[in-house]
């Protein structure tokens, strides 16, 4: 199965000064850019983009099917890592900052912030639906010391307040680190170590475990009963298309995925899943593509 490209960060958006990239609940992709930063190097991989002074203006550019819309958003505090669209026009950000431990910000539809509060350490996935919710799925380095992720999986409202942690029912293993992530208007779908389970978890307070024949998988799609996940069972590309009963999700087909042009899919950053869609990049930032169930 191939890729399809999905949005293309345009050439005059300096790329190596995006901070944090997404798509949202309505299929747009979001590029949070500082065009103050600098790249600072890593240990390892690529160097990243670092904000020079705090707080700063950092520039949202919108691709919703090709047409680019740009939003300011004024004095931004975080370094941020994590970012996500609202209803109404807001937006969250989460990442790093001298606030204490307020680490996530909601922005208006001006620009301008409107609520800081804490979200908890070690964040591995911020996303957000169209019905007023945020969830927040965590890894270990927080569960193990935060009490606000130490249940591995949060639900907040959009104004950031918080609704609902996640505990496992007895005899289930509690969340370590959430590796695979999908989120519907209404349900998120997990995928934790150490045991693997397929979580469904709604709105309405009901939760559903359902045991998988795919070990660490890294993103999925989910459409009805029909589940596919991507990464699993140490294969980086390659796709388990499940069918889910009231318990299980049975196997059903493999396949490998690949770039749109067929060639191998080697490299990419932490998928996007929403619904039926799973949504990722490579190395650089700038190209999103899409799969679909």
Known sequence: ??????????RQYDHRKVLATTVDAWGRALWLI??????????????????RT??????????????????????????????DALPNGRFVLEGYGDAGK?????????????????????????MADRRHHVWSAYFDEGVYVDPISAAGLVRWDS????????????G???????????????????????????????????IRLRTTPVVAPVGMAVHKDQIVTLGG??????????????????????ARLTLPNGAPLKRYARPVGRGRHLYLH????????????
């Open 1 to 10: 199965m191939a890729l399809r490209p999905h949005a293309l960060l345009p």
């Open 34 to 51: 500082c065009p103050d930063a600098e790249l600072r190097p890593r240990s390892h991989g690529r160097p990243y983009p670092q904000p």
């Open 54 to 83: 705090r707080p700063y203006d950092a520039l949202l550019v919108i691709d919703s099917e090709g047409a680019i819309q740009e939003q300011f958003l004024r004095g931004v505090s975080l370094r941020v890592t994590q970012l």
């Open 102 to 126: 307020h680490n996530a910000q909601i922005y208006g539809a001006d620009g301008r912030r409107r609520r800081s509060f804490a979200m908890g350490r070690a964040v591995e996935y911020l």
């Open 159 to 170: 104004g950031g307040n918080h609704q609902w942690d996640y505990a496992p029912p007895k």
């Open 172 to 206: 289930i293993e509690y969340i370590d680190t959430v590796y695979a992530f999908n989120v519907d208007d209404g349900v998120a779908w997990a995928s934790y170590y150490p045991t693997f389970p397929l979580l469904e978890a709604r709105t309405n307070g009901r």
């Open 233 to 254: 069972n140490r294969q980086p590309d390659r796709l388990h298309r499940c069918r889910m009963t009231e318990h299980e999700a049975l196997l059903i087909e493999e």
């Open 282 to 293: 490579g190395a650089s930032p700038r190209q999103w593509y899409v799969m679909g169930i």
